[in-house]
């Protein structure tokens, strides 16, 4: 709604995922009636999101550039999370069993989750949550709900064995102290380098 006026701009079987602060909307439809797909409402008119790999491609937050994050379907039917950047949809997590982009700042960094843990994307480096918090505490991340642009995270947990949940966490960066990077591999074979602005986060319910 602008200005009292309803603007009823998609087809039917569409439904909006997120707003930036240009008015830009995001949204999935179903132009075949089948598979949804993410599209772009800016200055009046729809712009599609490619497809990946010819598949499914759904939306779920819009940065104020335009980038978006969501998840895929990839050839075999998996759903994976994935950042657009204005030109191509690159599947995050190509080696995962599941995962999806559920937020996505100004910075570009992602959040959401892999397999069962909260996931960080930054600087085309993926960064489990897990790895960052007090490793003495029974905590496991599960997923990462949002980011703002100070890069504070909301995440859900759980107890390490994952069988009691507990609320939603907020996730503070502590300024990292400099030294040569190194995180812990997400899964076997995948090496995760590069500098990343997190060093460890401090975790508060």
Request: one cysteine or more; proline letters at 5%; hydrophobic letters at 40%.
């Amino acid at each position: 709604m602008r200005n009292g006026f309803v603007d009823d701009f998609a087809p039917p079987q569409s439904g909006a995922g997120d707003i930036n602060e240009k008015g830009q909307v995001l949204f999935d439809h179903a132009p075949e009636g089948v598979a949804y797909r993410a599209a772009v409402y800016s200055g009046g008119g729809l712009h599609d999101l490619p497809r990946f790999a010819g598949n499914y491609v759904s939306g779920r937050a819009i940065d104020d550039a335009g980038w978006v994050t969501g998840h895929l379907t990839t050839a075999i039917g998996r759903y994976h999370a994935y950042v657009y950047d204005g030109g191509t949809v690159t599947d995050l997590t190509p080696w995962s069993v599941t995962s999806f982009g559920v937020d996505i700042n100004n910075l570009g960094q992602v959040v959401g989750t892999v397999d069962g843990r909260a996931l960080l994307y930054e600087d085309r480096t993926l960064i489990d949550l897990n790895t960052l918090i007090d490793p003495q505490a029974d905590l496991l991340l599960t997923e990462a709900l949002a980011i703002n642009d100070r890069g504070q995270i909301l995440a859900r947990s759980c107890d390490r064995a994952g069988v009691f949940c507990y609320d939603t966490m907020l996730l503070d960066p502590v300024p990292a102290v400099p030294e040569p990077a190194h995180w812990t591999t997400l899964a076997a074979g995948l090496a995760v380098l590069g500098a990343a602005r997190w060093s460890r986060v401090r975790a508060g319910r």
